[in-house]
């Protein structure tokens, strides 16, 4: 913030002053939405550099969405005894942020860089805007979304069963091929398949959305533990976000990391989706689409 500003004698010197002052408060200032075009483009954002130690470069990042909880109600808590395990065996955030509510402009967040200007959970939208599926696809790399409940690959529709698609960003955007939006069914046991980089959403029982905290807990364990051992040796990252808290804790949300290179440990940094978008763009040397061009990447739970 702007130091307060000497007296002058000049009335109009101080207005100016004054004027400058708000000026660079409302620059330095952070906010919820970023700014959008009408078809979902966000405008550029100043950038910044890159980390003077480069990043791993993993064979496959594996990123898990999760619903509605804020930090304090699942790390300590006797009711997710194996997300708990994994905050141990990896990278666990204390100051963790989602950047908005509700739901799905965050997945739009940490997806694409920009909440395009959301401010509610309808549906459908489409947008044309760069993303990371998009940035990766252009690199010569892979992605694929795989949602749980979802009733066929390549399904637009807005709900079914336990299924929303307010909680599967990348079927929003129209440079995202039909085949990368995939059910949980297509989600590989043998991980050397996966893509370069995967989202996976439970539907909205397991991801604690609609079910308990024990149900999303022994889902993670049932679908996810085999794939969290196996990145640790395997050049491969497993990522464990929430996308907004239950609004009682400023948004405060747990964040994970498990995987190979990650030093275990608690880390004190303030991180949001938009940090998390940014390092895996960093994995890759893809380019910086809307906040994430200003967001630092995460580097420093990485060993080198």
Request: charged share 15%; glycine share 6%.
């Amino acid at each position: 913030m702007p130091h307060r500003a000497t007296r002058t004698k000049s009335r109009a010197a101080t207005a100016a002053a004054l004027a400058s002052a708000l000026a660079l408060a409302t620059a330095c200032s952070s906010t919820t939405h970023s700014n959008a075009t009408a078809t979902g483009t966000p405008a550029p954002v100043s950038s910044v550099p890159a980390p003077n130690t480069p990043l791993p470069r993993p064979d496959h990042v594996v990123v898990v969405m999760m619903e509605n909880h804020s930090y304090s109600s699942i790390i300590g808590s006797s009711s997710a005894p194996y997300i708990n395990s994994l905050a141990g065996q990896g990278a666990s955030f204390t100051h963790s942020y989602a950047v908005t509510h509700p739901s799905e402009p965050n997945y739009l967040a940490v997806f694409s860089g920009s909440t395009t200007g959301l401010d509610d959970d309808s549906c459908p939208h489409t947008y044309t805007g760069p993303n990371l599926a998009s940035e990766l696809i252009a690199a010569g790399l892979t992605f694929t979304g795989y949602s749980e409940s979802m009733p066929n690959d390549g399904y637009t529709g807005c709900t079914a069963g336990e299924y929303a698609r307010k909680h599967n960003p990348w079927v929003n955007f129209t440079n995202v091929p039909a085949t990368d939006n995939r059910t949980f069914a297509a989600f590989p046991s043998d991980y050397t398949k996966l893509p370069t980089v995967s989202f996976l959403v439970p539907n909205l029982i397991d991801d604690m959305h609609d079910g308990t905290i024990e149900q999303g807990d022994t889902w993670l364990h049932t679908n996810i533990d085999g794939y969290a051992q196996w990145a640790k040796n395997h050049n491969s990252e497993l990522i464990v976000s929430w996308d907004e808290d239950d609004n009682s804790s400023s948004n405060q949300i747990p964040t994970i990391i498990v995987g190979a290179h990650v030093r275990p440990g608690t880390y004190s940094e303030s991180i949001t989706h938009y940090n998390v978008l940014r390092t895996i763009k960093d994995f890759y040397h893809l380019p910086y689409a809307a906040e994430s061009a200003a967001a630092a990447p995460i580097s420093d739970i990485f060993s080198h």
